[in-house]
């Protein structure tokens, strides 16, 4: 079996040829091993292990996307006031970052220890270990606002951070690859799944797979929080969005190809830490960064587009798109287009708008106006693969889920 298809057996994850020789040759150098062949032939689960390594994207930071953080700690307030605790899984957790972020959010938010439990999951015992720990460098720490790491971090010598331990012992991390969970091995299924900016390294079966587990693994009752680009996978298999803007969560029981609807948050009952109540970000910036202010709202009397200055123009019309006036919102794009003709992100927002009100023709179109004049936009080639798949276009999906995927990668390796 050749490196690539092996690794996608075993990760389900899309691998690149080159990337995959890469690692195998790698593995061959540290284990002296001269031939290829032999090498893949007498592989051992421990070897198998460490080949993995070299594949895995581990990147992550705390309180990254904390929209969704704010929508657990609300759910989770709720069925504590009606005395039923709630169960609550990061899979993939990455280095910890996803589960210790929850663990805070929820000592912020009031909520006692004894409301919840927090399993975190990752393919990569190395992530799992690091977890353990709890010590993060400068690069976890990429949030607006950083009072969290005064209240539950203890600096270290080497300029690292470490998590108070009695948040470390909230959280029991375990080794796991999740197309290999077994859901009737959980005394019973988890009520919160995170599942973030994972499946866009699938190709169309895997995803399927990766929901179908999901499905299986979260309460019926329960709550899913996935990527922006990954919610239309979502709900084509079964899954219906919630409303919580900007949260990105999700319920079982969707129809297929349920559209995504622009929602309101729900208000908060008592107030949150800094770190969750940054502003919502707007519908197009969804690239896996920290999150950015919002433009001040337009009041009911907003200006016609004649009138804004251009630089204004793109921010009103997210606003008026997350409100839900698409046709307002496609005609501030048009103004601001005829002023700035090359502008990629007013053709990926317009692209957005036109998905939202069922235009897929012209989404498509405008996605790839996009990626012609920035063809590392994430978002537009994220939302084209996704579309590719659901027309049956296998091939152009891969391509492009490729791309996104290398231009994540370069992303985080610049930070």
């Not at 759910?75 to 996803?98: D, F, K, N, Q, Y």
């Not at 907003?302 to 009103?316: H, I, T």
């Not at 009100?357 to 996605?367: C, H, N, Q, R, V």
Request: charged share 20%.
């Amino acid at each position: 079996m050749m490196a690539q298809a092996l690794l996608r057996r075993v990760t389900g994850l899309t691998v690149s040829k080159s990337m995959a020789e890469r690692a195998v040759r790698q593995r061959m150098e540290l284990t002296g091993v001269a031939d290829s062949v032999a090498y893949l032939d007498t592989m051992t689960p421990a070897e198998m292990t460490q080949l993995v390594e070299l594949v895995v994207v581990p990147e992550s930071w705390l309180f990254r996307d904390p929209q969704a953080f704010y929508a657990t700690v609300e759910l989770v307030r709720e069925r504590w006031a009606r005395g039923r605790l709630t169960r609550i899984a990061s899979i993939p957790c990455a280095g910890g970052e996803e589960p210790y972020s929850m663990a805070m959010a929820l000592r912020d938010g009031g909520v006692p220890s004894q409301a919840f439990s927090i399993d975190a999951y990752d393919l990569s015992p190395a992530c799992i270990e690091r977890a353990q720990a709890g010590i993060y460098g400068r690069n976890a720490f990429r949030a607006q606002d950083m009072a969290f790491r005064e209240r539950y971090f203890t600096p270290l010598p080497n300029g690292a951070y470490r998590i108070d331990d009695a948040l470390r012992t909230q959280i029991t991390f375990r080794q796991g690859n999740l197309l290999q969970l077994d859901a009737g091995a959980l005394p019973q299924p988890y009520d919160v799944l995170f599942c973030r900016n994972l499946l866009i390294y699938f190709d169309k079966p895997t995803t399927r797979a990766a929901i179908e587990k999901l499905s299986s693994l979260l309460a019926d009752d329960g709550m899913l929080l996935a990527g922006y680009a990954e919610v239309p996978s979502f709900c084509q298999h079964g899954f219906a969005p919630l409303q919580y803007r900007q949260a990105f969560a999700l319920k079982k029981g969707g129809a297929a190809n349920a559209p995504l609807p622009i929602v309101e948050p729900v208000a908060s009952p008592r107030p949150l830490a800094p770190a969750l109540r940054s502003v919502p970000r707007p519908l197009t910036n969804s690239t896996p960064a920290p999150p950015r202010a919002r433009a001040p709202a337009v009041p009911p009397s907003a200006p016609k587009p004649a009138s804004a200055q251009p630089a204004d123009l793109l921010a009103q019309a997210r606003l008026l798109a997350d409100r839900g006036q698409l046709r307002e919102a496609g005609d501030l794009c048009h103004a601001h287009l005829a002023r700035h003709p090359d502008d990629a992100e007013a053709y990926f927002m317009l692209g957005m708008i036109n998905e939202l009100a069922g235009k897929m023709d012209l989404a498509e179109d405008y996605w790839r106006r996009c990626i012609y004049l920035r063809p590392d936009h994430y978002e537009a080639l994220c939302h084209l693969s996704l579309l590719a798949e659901r027309n049956g276009n296998h091939t152009a999906a891969a391509t492009l889920k490729a791309r996104a995927a290398r231009v994540y990668q370069r992303r985080q390796a610049e930070v």
